[in-house]
């Protein structure tokens, strides 16, 4: 039957044989390391040990303020736990999930344990799939702008087309207006042309001519009538007919504006998507 002691020597050669782990003094260097973790970082056992842990680390890290208070908090007894770049004996960026577990003898900080996953595999295969994913949505905002820009293009268009056709209703009003006058004058010339017939026909013998110009005048009036109540009609029916026209510009207008609106709610969704995407791989 093992002991509690054979119990916690097991499983501490289990972690040793699994795990990538060093182990260095308060000060920093490297007391004792396994195969494992020398391997990781391009090392034989016997050359790893005494090398300082800043040797490993990026040249900015190490002479950085946030690497001070790693070792500070070490020496404090506090443990550290985060996803890290190293680099390896060939000069090759590492990225490992590490922990920092201060070992603590008798209230004082004796050394400090490292256990560590290498995960560069796969941040590269996350960097590269975000890379792919930033690429996609970059081309499909890419293309939402040109449906944008042309749906932006077409609503202005429509716009104008609408102006335009409100000119022609306001030009169509007015020459009713006119052709109203000539109704009213054709009507007005018609009873005088009247009027000077039967007194034509009271002068008798003297009135034939005056007859003959009451009678061209009366067909004139009732020419001129004539024409301008066809006018008329087809001033309604244009009237009508860009009418109409004005009412499907204005739905298709709206359309539009609907759809720009869309894209536009599209094209923040993409920005969402690359947004998240971004903090979920720098979080990872």
């Known amino acids: 039957m093992q002991t509690v002691t054979d119990q916690k020597f097991a499983i501490l050669s289990s972690i040793q044989n699994h795990l990538a782990m060093i182990r260095f003094d308060t000060q920093g260097r490297v007391i004792w390391a396994n195969q494992l973790f020398a391997s990781t970082m391009g090392y034989a056992v016997d050359e790893i040990?005494?090398?300082h842990h800043s040797q490993f680390c990026l040249p900015e890290y190490a002479s950085s303020k946030a690497y001070v208070n790693l070792w500070d908090?070490?020496?404090q007894g506090r443990a550290s736990q985060e996803k890290i770049v190293r680099i390896s004996k060939d000069g090759r960026k590492l990225t490992l999930e590490a922990t920092y577990m201060p070992v603590i003898e008798n209230g004082k900080v004796e050394a400090v344990v490292k256990v560590a996953t290498d995960i560069t595999k796969r941040e590269s295969?996350?960097?590269q799939s975000?890379?792919?994913?930033m690429a996609m949505v970059e081309e499909m905002t890419a293309s939402t702008d040109q449906v944008l820009d042309a749906s932006k293009l077409i609503l202005n268009q429509m716009t104008k087309l609408n102006i335009e056709s409100e000119?022609?209703?306001d030009q169509v009003k007015?020459?009713?207006s006119v052709t109203k006058i000539v109704k009213e004058i054709a009507s007005q010339s018609h009873m005088l042309g009247l009027n000077a017939a039967i007194e034509a026909a009271r002068a008798g013998e003297h009135g034939r001519g005056?007859?003959?110009v009451a009678n061209e005048v009366r067909n004139m009036a009732a020419s001129s009538k004539q024409s301008a109540e066809t006018i008329s009609v087809q001033l309604t029916d244009i009237a009508k007919s860009v009418s109409l026209m004005m009412q499907s510009i204005e739905a298709i207008t709206a359309q539009i504006s609907n759809n720009s609106r869309a894209i536009e709610e599209l094209k923040t969704a993409y920005h969402q998507v690359a947004t998240a995407t971004k903090r979920l791989t720098s979080s990872m």
């Open 210 to 212: 005056f007859e003959v």
């Open 125 to 127: 295969v996350l960097q």
């Open 49 to 51: 040990v005494g090398l």
């Open 167 to 169: 000119a022609v209703t």
């Open 73 to 75: 908090g070490l020496r």
């Open 130 to 133: 975000t890379a792919e994913l």
């Open 174 to 176: 007015s020459i009713q």
